[in-house]
């Protein structure tokens, strides 16, 4: 009721003051002029605010009536009014500037302010009172391109960043297990029967050196040629024949007779009642099957080491991220059980195969593993540097509109012009995309807001068709 007074008044006080400027002339110009402004900001006063603004037009914001630290009013914004910059854009109401641009550019339809797909050829109003927005010739460009204007700008948040050229160093992380290197595993067998008569103090998991001591195995097979050997480098009638001899120590040796106890044999020129058997490098005991006073079958396995020194990761890559995955790149591997440490090395082979359960791809990395700590068939997770090295043209992730079938990016313009253009992508990494088609090192694309604009995008080419409708 106060607001229709208020306007009645004002009202009233304009025509008034318009007949006293047909008697009085051109003295009266400027109070006519104060007056318009006064009608029109009652004008603007009797429609409902939608939000309130720093009196100062600082990106500051409120949907009720508050006030600045130093006591001031916020300003009242109404339906249809738009933010501007300008020194003078709070004195211009939607309505002036609609005027004073229609000069320059012709109003082609009015879009519902809510974005509803209705227009209209001539000015109105929608259910709420809110008046309907002019759309000018030029800003629905069939490119598909956006116009804000400076306010929208700065309550959206766009950002622009360029597009510039830079390492992707895109890391590829999947778990993994610890394996043997099944190259350095040894196996301790007898090649014909034979029977241990002793067993070292060695048992499984023990660590044992090269040379040391396991067991002693009585084998008549050995022991026979063992004096034929013999006999061969003693003997005066052969005159201790190279050739011949060469092939009695060749029978020892294919009967894995350890070299210590060939020489033992040179040495001693006896025939040993047992063979010592040693250990064939430095490892781990895995498995000892070798008991005092048993019969040992040729090929039964009596002892397994191996050495721990140096392992495998073999680790599980998902079947996508593959492509990224070559030979030589670097891995770095952390065992659950210590995650503060790190094992570095490289991927050595990758699996020719999938498994068909997990579709992952299995690699290998060699790890040192001096202190022993990683044991086999333990847990570990890897992270392998995908990078090539090169520098490409990139983009931040946030750039990128990706609906599945095709991406896009917004490209600035200027002057709020923001234009959708189509793009390819490559690798990603560390928050950065490739782009191999649609861009040039140094195109502003907008890397915050994309999905308001789309949406406005996609708003406006629906609300053109419509248009077009409406005026055919």
């Known amino acids: 009721m106060n607001r229709a007074v208020a306007a009645s008044a004002a009202a009233a006080l304009i025509a008034a003051v318009g007949a006293a400027f047909v008697v009085a002339g051109p003295q009266l110009r400027p109070a006519v002029r104060a007056i318009a402004m006064i009608g029109s900001a009652a004008a603007e006063e009797g429609r409902a605010p939608i939000y309130f603004q720093d009196p100062n037009g600082k990106p500051s914001y409120s949907l009720v009536p508050r006030k600045t630290p130093d006591g001031r009013d916020y300003r009242a914004v109404p339906a249809g009014a738009d933010v501007g910059f300008d020194d003078d854009a709070s004195s211009v109401t939607p309505a002036t500037a609609a005027a004073g641009g229609s000069a320059e550019r012709r109003i082609k339809y009015y879009r519902n302010p809510m974005g509803l797909p209705d227009t209209s050829l001539t000015p109105k109003k929608d259910s709420m009172g809110m008046d309907y927005v002019p759309v000018y010739e030029g800003d629905d460009s069939d490119d598909g391109s956006v116009k804000l204007s400076p306010g929208k700008i700065q309550r959206t948040g766009v950002k622009s960043e360029p597009a510039s050229k830079r390492v992707i160093r895109a890391a590829v992380r999947a778990p993994g297990t610890i394996a043997l290197d099944e190259r350095r595993i040894s196996v301790i067998a007898m090649r014909s029967e034979s029977f241990v008569l002793k067993v070292a103090n060695v048992t499984t998991g023990s660590h044992v050196v090269k040379g040391q001591p396991l067991m002693d195995v009585y084998s008549p097979s050995v022991s026979s040629a063992a004096a034929e050997y013999l006999a061969t480098i003693s003997s005066k009638t052969t005159g201790g024949d190279q050739a011949y001899g060469r092939g009695s120590r060749q029978r020892l040796m294919n009967l894995d007779v350890p070299d210590a106890a060939i020489l033992a044999i040179e040495k001693s020129r006896t025939v040993p009642t047992s063979i010592e058997w040693t250990s064939p490098r430095d490892g781990i005991v895995l498995e000892r099957s070798a008991i005092e006073g048993m019969r040992a079958q040729p090929g039964g396995v009596l002892f397994r080491i191996a050495d721990h020194s140096i392992v495998w990761a073999l680790i599980d890559v998902a079947e996508r991220d593959l ?23 490289t991927v050595e082979v990758i ?5 068909k359960e997990t579709r992952t791809a299995r690699l290998r990395v060699e790890l040192q593993n001096p202190d022993l700590i990683l044991l086999h068939d333990m847990y570990v997770g890897a992270e392998i540097d995908t990078g090539t090295g090169d520098a490409v043209l990139c983009v931040p992730e946030s750039a990128v509109m990706d609906t599945g079938s095709r991406q896009a990016v917004f490209v600035d313009k200027g002057q709020g012009q923001l234009e959708p253009r189509e793009i390819k992508l490559g690798h990603r990494g560390a928050g950065y995309v490739e782009v191999r088609q649609g861009l040039v090192d140094g195109d502003p ?14 708003l406006k080419a629906a609300l053109k068709g419509f248009a077009e409708g409406v005026q055919q």
């Open 323 to 345: 492509g990224a995955i070559a030979k030589g790149q670097p891995a770095t591997v952390r065992a659950r059980s210590f995650p503060e440490r790190e094992f570095s090395g």
């Open 351 to 355: 699996y020719p195969e999938i498994n």
């Open 445 to 458: 694309v907008v890397v915050s807001a994309n999905f308001l604009i789309d949406a406005e995008s996609n």
